[in-house]
């Protein structure tokens, strides 16, 4: 769609580097028209959660922004700015809405890449009393509107080539780690999903990848996952990676008869990460423990921890059973304009 060269010293306001980069803002605009229209048409209430909130969110690998705020009189209150509006929309959904989605900007700190930006935006919605399968053919929706508001024949990226029009797959983790790793991920957790890291370990030896020094279950799972698996998806169609192991889905509520995995889902093309949604998890106590055990590991590795956010506990008790979604809106935006990175998508990038 557009020339877009990245190796272009001008700054971004440039008057030439602006017009080089024009074509694919103004399918930024129409494509955030076609979005809004889409969820009026379909009933959903689009909300707008404040960025500003006593927890960023409690899972162990993303980082925020923090700050400061000042009361009249006078003192301090640590604050963040949230990695996701999840937290409110599901204290709106405990308040009585049923359907409801936000199209605002999030932050995430440590986090700057051709794919990642500290400050982007994304789009999350929820279903009430509807299956995640609901989120799921939503996204898929959403993701086969950006290639028609655009245009593009197919998304290109790094040399993979995914058709956002025809059918996606839809495959386990568990099936996605044996064909892409050869590793039986199932068979590393005990039967109430608690995972054993030496199993892994083990098996990754087996199959000959190398194995880190950082032997927790998290860990190399992730590794094998970014390594492994995450290039082999969304190539050709677009991949919905579903099921993931509970331990690695700390909002997710569990798959009814294996307490092994939960339901929660990604969406890939081009081995590009779109999508992150869940069947919510709506028990107070099972994710207050949850969240303890991401703070305590995430305490391990950084150093650090957030609060828990007890309103949100409290809000719990009433959220009724839901689905819901986030979809990273730029990087969707880049498959579907060919833009080689996350800055030619966005009017004004963050100072570097």
Not at 69 to 97: C, R
Not at 171 to 193: K, N, Q, W
Not at 279 to 291: C, M, N, S, V
Request: negative net charge; charged residues 25%; proline residues 5%.
């Amino acid at each position: 769609m557009t020339s877009f060269d990245i190796a272009d010293p001008s700054p971004w306001w440039a008057p030439e580097r602006h017009a080089d980069r024009r074509p694919i803002l103004v399918a930024r605009s129409r494509f955030d028209a076609a979005v809004r229209l889409w969820l009026a048409e379909r009933d959903f209430l689009v909300v707008d959660p404040p960025g500003l909130q006593r927890s960023p969110g409690n899972e162990t690998h993303l980082h925020a922004f923090g700050t400061t705020m000042i009361g009249n009189d006078g003192l301090g209150q640590a604050m963040y700015l949230h990695t996701s509006p999840e937290f409110t929309m599901k204290k709106l959904l405990a308040a009585g809405e049923r359907r409801i989605a936000s199209l605002q900007h999030v932050w995430r700190n440590r986090e700057r890449s051709a794919l990642h930006h500290p400050e982007f935006t994304m789009l999350e919605w929820y279903r009430v009393g509807e299956a995640y399968d609901a989120v799921i053919a939503d996204t898929l929706a959403i993701i086969a509107l950006a290639a028609e508001v655009t245009g593009i024949a197919r998304f290109e990226f790094r040399g993979r080539v995914c058709d956002p029009r025809v059918g996606a797959e839809r495959v386990s983790v568990a099936d996605a780690f044996l064909a892409h790793a050869g590793i039986d991920l199932l068979a590393t957790m005990d039967e109430d999903g608690v995972p054993d890291g030496d199993a892994l370990a083990a098996q990754m030896l087996a199959v000959g990848l190398e194995v880190p020094e950082d032997r927790s279950w998290s860990y190399l799972f992730s590794r094998i996952l970014v390594e492994k698996v995450e290039p082999q998806l969304g190539n050709g169609r677009v991949t919905v990676l579903d099921r993931y192991p509970a331990c690695e889905a700390a909002l997710a509520r569990r798959v009814l008869g294996d307490r092994r995995v939960s339901e929660r889902f990604e969406v890939y093309a081009c081995g590009v990460e779109l999508a992150n949604g869940f069947g919510e998890l709506t028990d107070p106590a099972e994710q207050r423990a949850r969240f303890e055990a991401e703070m305590a590991e995430k305490q391990r590795i950084y150093g650090e921890r957030y609060p828990v956010d007890e309103d949100f506990l409290k809000a719990l008790e009433l959220m009724p059973e839901a689905s819901g979604v986030a979809l990273g809106f730029d990087r969707l935006l880049m498959l579907a304009t060919g833009a080689p990175r996350i800055e030619a998508v966005l009017w004004a990038p963050v100072a570097e």
